[in-house]
């Protein structure tokens, strides 16, 4: 598996080997040797799978109390990715990053986002329609839901709109402002993820 770093530390995109021939192909998406071997964690607790339209844009999500890293991959279609960094002992807080993130096709890799505990998490559907699957290392924690406005000033994301008004749902349209959301406090790394 290729891990490959991003603008923000401690997210990655990873690229699992894939081995085709004129039937198709396969690739071994996770292993939990192959993913302590790069430092990543090896326990997964939930999976969620989202199918949305053209212009949906979900986030900016995290979660107080129970935060969760997510492992993300794009089943059909296209997406723009984004974490932002909200852990505040971070180098990087309050800094984000994009990723456009594809299905795997002959010409695209099979890919996933990695994005740690600590991180806010949206996308913006790119295609006619896209399936997103994410796994996540804490399950959903309706009491610690929090959300920052997708356009939100001070982090100033430029999101590839293109022309087209986004569908956000309305609890994320009551999201708050950075500098006005609950943030989580420091996280320290539990060595229960990396067994």
């Known amino acids: 598996m290729l891990v490959i770093d991003t603008p923000l530390r401690d997210v990655k995109l990873l690229q699992p080997r894939r081995f085709g021939d004129d039937r198709g192909w396969f690739t071994e998406v996770f292993n ?3 993913f302590a071997a790069a430092g990543l964690p090896q326990h997964f607790v939930q999976d969620n799978q989202s199918f949305s339209g ?3 844009l979900r986030g900016l999500h995290y979660q107080l109390g129970r935060p969760q890293g997510k492992l993300v991959r794009v089943l059909s279609g296209m997406i723009w990715d984004v974490a932002v960094d909200l852990r505040p002992h971070s180098p990087d807080f309050g800094r984000w990053s994009g990723f456009t993130l594809t299905a795997p096709s002959t010409s695209n890799p099979v890919e996933l986002l990695w994005i740690p505990e600590g991180f806010a998490h949206g996308f913006l559907v790119l295609s006619d329609t896209a399936e997103v699957l994410y796994k996540t290392t804490d399950l959903y924690h ?3 839901e929090r959300c920052i406005l997708w356009n939100d000033p001070e982090l100033n994301i ?3 709109l293109e022309g087209m008004t986004p569908s956000i749902s309305p609890k994320d349209a009551l999201g708050k402002l950075f500098t006005d959301a609950e943030l989580p406090p ?3 790394k539990l060595s229960t993820l990396l067994k």
């Open 32 to 34: 939990q040797e192959t």
């Open 54 to 56: 053209r212009g949906v």
């Open 142 to 144: 309706p009491a610690g």
């Open 158 to 160: 430029p999101w590839p």
């Open 186 to 188: 420091a996280i320290e």
